[in-house]
């Protein structure tokens, strides 16, 4: 398994931002300017980090490896998952599916924070009526399985993809939220409390409740009184204020390493390539054993002297047969088992195979292979834009749950100033002339490319994919999502990694749930303790009075 030594480095260095001076302060490598001097303008910069994830997240070292490669049959019959190579960069996963106690603190959030809104909350609400079956008795687990705590380590179903998005969405607000709040950057929670909910305080004293937000608190739209923390980053910039304490502080910006980056979906190839767990079998760059299952071996039974002849993972062994003999139960679970269950993979990753199905990132196509980058994978892409209330002091616009509102992107590269005025404010710019494209010339060119939205992925490119003909003669189309992993009432052949099943984004099942995943930044390599590297020396020290 592989373990992650590194720490999150929330301190800063020796950056006199906060030490004051040190005996050799940083300096820019390219002008000699010392760092963090508020004398000089306040250039500031920190150290080096390579952060840990957030809570519940396993580092998941990348690599190359081969998509769809674990299968030893086409199980639908579809050709839909032929061999190809590809390369997958380090990320993080979740160690165990999200559980019903997840989402119950989910539901608590959007009940506390938005108390009127029973739109919002019956919204997400998963689809308990998922159980419920012609010629069977499930109706306890439609009253009992979200909510009773018999249930509540049991990994939460009935989720539509659309759900598992806004899910991630709420992980990633709650959590940076956290981490200011517990560090001083934002009043405590206990002074923040009873001003309209968890996360939601005043708005700079003029009594507007907002619920926190990671993208309107970076564009600096969430500070003021009543928001604020005692303990704010100082602001070395010469212009800025003094606040009522007599210093300049500011809020937490992305080059602090304090905020992490958003939760996810795992993309298609993250998933499979983490499912497989490969890296205990590595050796010296040879994979020295392959794998159908996550874990090594033909059978589904363990080999190991302790356990020998447990079953691996929850699957439905055969007709009739989803938990095996009283007395002797063969894998311990009737429907789903705690998302603590069996043994991990290699990564460290729990019921990579059975217990739920779980949604990816993906969009299906049965021939996504035929069209398809060697570098992290994906179909799916809809690029966006944060729509701007004012664009000339960059105020992003609001929803009404204090998000920013994102519109399609309607160009692929930056556009020039003037073209980005306009389109923000809906004008048609003005032709562009060789002075705003850096002195080449070039022909008329609008900012909205003739109003369509910019999609650079191939779902619209290439298919031949008619939505008006959905439900009558396909049911692929762009709301058609990738599922995998196998689920307690599925055979062991969907237990192989590289088995692909879709579903609408909008429709739910007893048998899918789902686990996040966070993008890593900086180095990919996970441990390089013990490890060959190459020397680097440092930067030569520069010393202006020389």
Known sequence: MIKHFTKSALLLGCVGLLLGSCSKPMRSQKTGVVYNNKYNGGYMRFQKTH????????????????LGGSADQDVTYDY??????????????????????????????????????????????????????????NEPYVDNYLRHPAFQDYPVVGVTWEQAQEYCVFRTNQINENTLRETGRLASWKDASGKGGAGATANGGTGVTQPFDTDIYLNGQYK?????????????????????????TRTVRMEDGILRPAYRLPTEAEWEYAALGLAGNTDFENIETGKIYPWNGMGVRSAQKRTRGMIMANFKRGEGDNMGVGGS???KAD????????????????????????????TYRQLTFEDVEDFNPFRGNEYTNKRLADPEKGIYAKDKYGRPIKDAAKSNKKLPWSEFIA?????????TTAATTGGVPAGPVTASLSGKPFKADQRGY???VDNSLYGVTTLVNDHSKVYKGGSWNDRAMWLNPATRRYMDQGEASAEVGFRCAMSMVGTSEINPNGKPHFSVKKPKPYNPKK
Do not use: C
């Open 224 to 248: 003021g009184q009543g928001i604020d923390g005692k303990k704010m980053m100082p602001d070395m910039n010469p212009l800025a204020k003094p606040g009522n304490n007599g210093k300049a």
């Open 462 to 464: 290439v298919d031949s």
């Open 335 to 362: 429907i789903t088992a705690p998302v603590r269950s069996y043994q991990p993979n290699d990564f460290g990753l729990y019921n990579m195979a059975g217990n739920v199905n779980e949604w990816t990132g993906d």
């Open 329 to 331: 139960l063969n894998d």
């Open 80 to 137: 839909n998952n032929t061999r190809r190579r590809v390369t997958v960069a380090s990320f993080y996963m979740d160690e165990t599916e999200v559980s019903n106690q997840d989402w119950l603190d989910y539901l608590h959030y959007i009940s506390i924070t938005y108390p009127g809104d029973r739109e919002l909350y019956y919204n997400a609400m998963p689809d308990t009526l998922v159980w419920r079956r012609p010629l069977s008795y």
């Open 423 to 431: 389109q923000q404010q809906g004008q048609k710019p003005a032709t």
């Open 51 to 66: 952060p840990a994830p957030g809570p519940g997240l396993i580092p998941i070292e990348g690599g190359t490896f081969v």
